[in-house]
T-cell receptor
Framework: RKEVEQDPGPFNVPEGATVAFNCTYS??????FFWYRQDCRKEPKLLMS???SGNEDGRFTAQLNRASQYISLLIRDSKLSDSATYLC?????????????FGTGTQLKVEL | DAGITQSPRHKVTETGTPVTLRCHQT?????MYWYRQDPGHGLRLIHY???????DKGEVSDGYSVSRSKTEDFLLTLESATSSQTSVYFC?????????????FGPGTRLTVL
């Protein structure tokens, strides 16, 4: 079983739609959680950190369920520019720094 | 912008040749990381550094070495490149003082080993 699992998609949605991505993680010692966005042939860019109580940043809402080891990302009013791959990332703090484990990503295509 | 640059951005080399990739940062971050990204895999950690001359292995370190002689530079060396090392390589830093220890990535180096 992968440490971080995501549905690879692609999710094809019309502009203006609401879309949700889910992610599960296997290591209960994971301490921090993130969503990154990666455009084709570009570096991953931090979209948002996921707080224990859930958090919202504009059209984006992230939720964490530690009991179920589950993270979600909701995108409202999708824009063409939201088309990208969304990476779920979990972190464990170690003595030598933080260890990130990446999911393989969920591809989103927003269409006219 | 985390002030990270990588060089070269693209490289094609032949099996058996040595290759060195450079990561340069301008903001004196203590922690630096090298990852590789391949289809079907998430980014995987190769090596990381927690200070000048302080480095440690990640999950896919075989065939790679690193050096950090200055805070701003973290070098990744493939002593004898193999086709399995064809990949996209990303350098990353942790923003010092960040409560969530987010990592920020450089633009990547696309390496092809023929």
């Amino acid at each position: 079983r992968k440490e971080v699992e995501q549905d690879p998609g692609p999710f094809n949605v019309p502009e203006g739609a609401t879309v949700a991505f889910n992610c599960t993680y296997s290591n209960s010692a994971s301490q921090s959680f993130f969503w990154y966005r990666q455009d084709c042939r570009k570096e991953p860019k931090l979209l948002m950190s996921v707080y224990s109580s859930g958090n919202e940043d504009g059209r984006f809402t992230a939720q964490l369920n530690r009991a179920s080891q589950y993270i979600s990302l909701l995108i409202r009013d999708s824009k063409l520019s939201d088309s990208a791959t969304y990476l779920c990332v979990v972190m464990i703090l170690t003595g030598g720094g933080n260890k990130l484990t990446f999911g393989t990503g969920t591809q989103l295509k927003v269409e006219l | 912008d985390a002030g990270i640059t990588q060089s070269p951005r693209h490289k094609v080399t032949e099996t058996g040749t040595p290759v060195t990739l450079r990561c340069h940062q301008t903001e004196n971050h203590r922690y630096m990381y090298w990852y590789r990204q391949d289809p079907g895999h998430g980014l995987r950690l190769i090596h990381y550094s927690y200070g000048v001359k302080d480095t440690d292995k990640g999950e896919v370190s075989d065939g790679y070495s690193v050096s950090r002689s200055k805070t701003e530079d973290f070098l990744l060396t493939l002593e004898s490149a193999t086709s399995s090392q064809t990949s996209v390589y990303f350098c990353a830093i942790t923003s010092d003082g960040s409560s969530y220890n987010e990592q920020f990535f450089g633009p990547g180096t696309r390496l092809t080993v023929l």
